[in-house]
């Protein structure tokens, strides 16, 4: 297996027009993917996951910096001894040969076409799927899901150094993601190989992933394990971007040494920060407790949305100009119009400097 080093990688696109100004798709990078790692990379559309998997992959030079492979730059390995696999969005299947034909294609390449019927065999079993009945078929006979199939069994027939995915089961409906997602987890167990996963799916990320990268804007936000992204974010930008429902945030100020908000005042902070700072609190839906009695802050009931499955429903209450929502067990009886006290342990709440995003507590 391979180890995978991005050292101040850039990657610009020239507009078409002369008049608008060219995007930065990946801006002065640096990652380090250790060998086996099988990392998830998250961001918001346009941010530039998939150019930065394409430079990963090497079909698109960077403009500046290096990509490694182990200590090798990429740029240095013959094509054919890259050991790459690459699964998109769509599959990136030749069209008009049959699948076996497609998965079988770089072992026909090394001449090692003996070995491909076994290595199916045993993608076969794994995924619980008849590769056998989708082999003889071209990729427009097959449908978005056996397309995607096909596509990270070729991958795998392979000996890869790297695999890498963007997005491979973002056309799936639910159900059949899902089960897709488990596929391709024991297969990366039965077939370790360092590998690269861009999602938009929190929970995708989280089950595949023994990391997970938060990519904004061309630059990597933070790299971690979701506990680690979940609980200690760096910036006000992860600490939004992961967790469902979102952090709830109360903007205020540093006053007397202490944080003073509008529903939620009084609360410790960091000593050196300097009086009249604006900080927000984000506290998770999760750390906010109902409370009885003349205990904590007490806001009307705006919605109560159920979620069976999870055995919960998430409540939002309104207080003043501020809004937030806490987790609630589904026994609980609560109604929309009515009041509730809400309390939260001031260790649980996480500050951030409101001009920086910066985490300083
Ligand atoms: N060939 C290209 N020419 C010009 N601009 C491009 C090109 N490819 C990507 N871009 C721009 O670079 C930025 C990053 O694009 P990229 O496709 O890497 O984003 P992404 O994170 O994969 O987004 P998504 O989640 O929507 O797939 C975007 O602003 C995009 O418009
Ligand atoms: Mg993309």
Same mark, same amino acid.
């Given at each position: ?157 392979? &000996? !890869?150094? @790297? ?8 056309? $799936?409906? =639910?159900?059949? +993601? #899902? /089960? ?85 005042? &009084? !609360?410790? @902070? ?8 604006? $900080?927000? =609190?984000?506290? +998770? #839906? /999760? ?75």
């Amino acid at each position: 297996m391979t180890s995978v080093t991005l050292e101040h990688v850039t990657k610009k696109f020239v507009p078409a027009h002369a008049n608008e100004a060219p995007v930065t798709a990946v801006r002065d990078l640096n990652m380090k993917i250790t060998s086996g790692d099988v990392l998830a990379i998250l961001g918001p559309s346009g941010c530039g996951k998939s150019t930065l998997l394409r430079m990963i992959a090497g079909t698109m030079p960077p403009d500046s910096g290096r990509v490694l492979y182990d200590d090798q730059n990429l740029a240095d390995i013959p094509l054919r001894e890259r050991g790459i696999g690459m699964v998109f969005q769509e599959g990136a299947l030749i069209p008009h040969w049959e699948a076996e034909t497609n998965i079988g294609f770089f072992f026909s390449l090394r001449k090692r076409e003996a070995e491909v019927p076994q290595r199916l065999k045993q993608i076969s079993k794994i995924t619980g799927i008849g590769l056998d009945e989708l082999l003889n078929r071209r990729p427009r006979q097959l449908s978005g899901g056996e397309r995607q199939r096909v596509g990270i069994a070729r991958a795998l027939a392979r &000996d !890869l150094n @790297v695999l890498l995915l963007d997005e491979p089961f973002a056309s $799936l409906d =639910a159900k059949y +993601r #899902a /089960e897709a997602r488990v596929e391709l987890k024991r297969l990366l167990n039965a077939f370790p190989v360092t590998s690269v996963y861009v999602t938009h799916d929190q929970v995708e990320a989280i089950a595949l992933a023994h990391r997970i990268a938060v990519m904004r804007d061309g630059q990597m936000e933070q790299i971690g394990t979701y506990t680690n992204l979940y609980n200690q974010p760096q910036n006000l930008f992860v600490a939004t971007f992961i967790g469902t429902p979102m952090i709830n945030l109360f903007k205020g100020r540093v006053e007397n040494g202490r944080w003073q908000g509008e529903n939620f005042g &009084d !609360l410790p @902070v960091r000593r050196d920060l300097a009086e009249h700072t604006p $900080l927000i =609190a984000g506290i +998770r #839906a /999760e750390h906010i407790q109902t409370l009885g009695g003349e205990e904590g802050t007490e806001a009307v009931v705006d919605t109560v949305v159920p979620y069976l499955s999870e055995r919960h429903q998430l409540v939002t209450l309104t207080r003043g100009r501020e809004q937030w929502t806490l987790i609630v067990p589904l026994n609980e009886p609560i109604h929309a119009g009515s009041m509730l006290r809400c309390g939260f342990k001031p260790e649980e709440v996480l500050f951030f400097d409101a001009k920086t995003g910066v985490r300083v507590g």
